[in-house]
């Protein structure tokens, strides 16, 4: 569980049986006003045969060893002006041995290898790219491509060995709402969900919208795929969608 807000921030670990605090880690990075707290989900990777936790917010991401919490090395730079109110909600995703984190209030992707102890800044951040607008959807990836939905609506792939952005489409989301929910791939479509609860399939071979769905309730929830199913939880009701 990573808690990270005004005052003493940190990263603890659980047991799983009992709810035994575990070990507990302070993360206070110094970060201004608001851009202390975040909303990201912690990711568990492997390196070496060893499990280790990456954590974003606070202008940093961070890497803990997942048997004590000690931190191995991190990565500073996402708020480069020291900036206020720069609060962090989408998660990073991690791609063989890179994470990519949302940041500056959703204006930035940056590209972050793993690897090293200590600050690696200069030596770990791969790219930045700008004006991408992701500040709640979590971004996702297939196939070495990052794909992104932004808080309008519009769908945009990227390369993920340069920032380039390869391709995007719109979903006519605009004014109609925003979106909070984060892009899941199912196959070959990408499903995105308004907060009115309009789910926009989009073909990423074809690079079109094949289909719109509505649930008829707002949603804020990220759908899941299980067992060629999705599950999607809405204002009153989770539903499940399948033959």
């Keep these: 569980v990573a808690c990270m807000q005004?005052?003493?921030?940190?990263?603890?670990?659980?047991?799983?049986t009992d709810g035994q605090l575990v070990w507990k880690q302070d993360r206070m990075t110094g970060a201004p006003r608001e851009s202390d707290q975040s909303y990201t989900t912690p990711i568990v990777t492997t390196r070496d045969g060893k499990e280790e936790i990456i954590v974003l917010g606070a202008d940093y991401v961070t890497t803990h060893d997942a048997a004590t919490g000690k931190e191995i090395w991190r990565v500073g730079g996402l708020n480069p002006k020291n900036s206020q109110m720069w609060r962090s909600i989408a998660s990073p995703?991690?791609?063989?041995?890179?994470?990519?984190?949302?940041?500056?209030?959703?204006?930035?992707?940056?590209?972050?290898?793993?690897?090293?102890?200590?600050?690696?800044?200069?030596?770990?951040?791969?790219?930045?790219?700008?004006?991408?607008?992701?500040?709640?959807?979590?971004?996702?990836?297939?196939?070495?491509?990052?794909?992104?939905?932004?808080?309008?609506?519009?769908?945009?792939?990227?390369?993920?060995?340069?920032?380039?952005?390869?391709?995007?489409?719109?979903?006519?989301?605009?004014?109609?709402?925003?979106?909070?929910?984060?892009?899941?791939?199912?196959?070959?479509?990408?499903y995105t969900t308004r907060e009115d609860g309009t789910t926009f399939v989009v073909d990423i071979e074809s690079k079109q919208v094949i289909a719109q769905n509505k649930l008829g309730e707002k949603t804020a929830a990220s759908a899941v795929l299980v067992n060629g199913r999705i599950l999607m939880r809405a204002s009153d009701a989770i539903y499940c969608i399948g033959e």
Excluded: H, M
């Design 93 to 190: 995703v991690f791609y063989d041995g890179t994470v990519y984190a949302p940041y500056a209030r959703g204006k930035t992707l940056t590209a972050i290898k793993v690897g090293g102890k200590g600050d690696q800044t200069k030596e770990n951040t791969l790219w930045t790219k700008k004006g991408v607008s992701i500040d709640v959807p979590t971004p996702t990836v297939k196939d070495g491509k990052i794909y992104i939905c932004n808080d309008q609506g519009a769908v945009e792939c990227i390369d993920r060995k340069t920032g380039e952005t390869l391709w995007k489409v719109e979903t006519k989301g605009g004014r109609r709402g925003k979106f909070y929910s984060s892009p899941i791939i199912g196959g070959k479509n990408l």
């Design 6 to 16: 005004e005052g003493p921030s940190y990263v603890a670990a659980f047991g799983k």
